[in-house]
């Protein structure tokens, strides 16, 4: 399977500052044939289910706010917030989509307000 | 809008099954691609299966080969899944979510709390 790992495991950030979260994959998500890393980011708040937030590593989902933005490619991945709102608190966990049939998540990072 | 809206809250014992459902509304549920993930308490989140119901086609997690079992109902719109021989680390939220063409999950349901305790 492939593994994915997220740092940190918890972050803490002044609001209005950059967050920035990262994800590595022990191997490659990057799809030859399309040239697409399979790769997304999701918001997680207590009670709730997860929210897709960025697919193809750097695509926003509709309605996510553009101080979200995803990059990276091959194995190395970020997520960052540009400017932390107080709304962003969460936790937010990768996840990788390629070679299915195997999906895996990374172990998720609590992002707080500092 | 496309909803998905699974079954509600099990107590099971130890050893027994338990069967989750998940009804899509408002889309075609033949051409979904419907995945099973779950999250143990206070744990992040592991996924189990899929199916597409119109190749009536699952994967499973190697983890989940032979104790999990997920199918699907086109007439009603609803895809299962049934978790075998329970545990009591099996306690979790399960969660049906809808799998896109770029095969990211835009679509969750709401998560059905499994507690599996003597």
């Known amino acids: 399977d492939i593994v994915m790992t997220q740092s940190p495991d918890s972050l803490a950030v002044s609001l209005g500052e950059r967050a920035t979260i990262n994800c590595r994959s022990s191997?490659?998500?990057?799809?030859?044939?399309?040239?697409?890393?399979?790769l997304a980011w999701y918001q997680q708040k207590p009670g709730q289910p997860p929210k897709l937030f960025i697919y193809?590593?750097?695509t926003r989902e509709s309605g996510v706010p553009d101080r979200f933005s995803g990059s990276g490619s091959g194995t190395d991945f970020t997520l960052t917030i540009s400017s932390l709102q107080a709304e962003d608190v969460a936790v937010y966990y990768c996840?990788?989509?390629?070679?299915?049939?195997?999906?895996?998540f990374g172990q998720g990072t609590r992002l707080e307000i500092k | 809008q496309v909803q998905l809206v699974q079954s509600g809250a099990e107590v099971k014992k130890p050893g027994s099954s338990v069967k989750v459902s998940c009804k899509a509304s408002?889309?075609?549920?033949?051409?979904?691609?419907i995945s099973w993930v779950r999250q143990a308490p206070g744990q992040g989140l592991e996924w189990m299966a899929r199916?597409?119901?119109?190749?009536?086609?699952?994967n499973y997690a190697q983890r989940f080969q032979g104790r999990v079992t997920i199918t699907a109902d086109k007439s009603t719109s609803t895809a299962y899944m049934e978790l075998s021989s329970l545990r009591s680390d099996d306690t979790a939220v399960y969660y049906c979510a809808r799998e896109t063409s770029s095969s990211a999950f835009d679509i969750w349901g709401q998560g059905t709390m499994v507690t599996v305790s003597s």
């Open positions: 191997q490659s998500v990057l799809y030859s044939s399309n040239n697409k890393n399979y």
């Open positions: 996840q990788q989509y390629y070679p299915t049939p195997l999906i895996t």
């Open positions: 199916i597409i119901p119109i190749l009536d086609m699952a």
């Open positions: 408002g889309g075609t549920f033949s051409s979904y691609t």
């Open positions: 193809w590593a750097s």
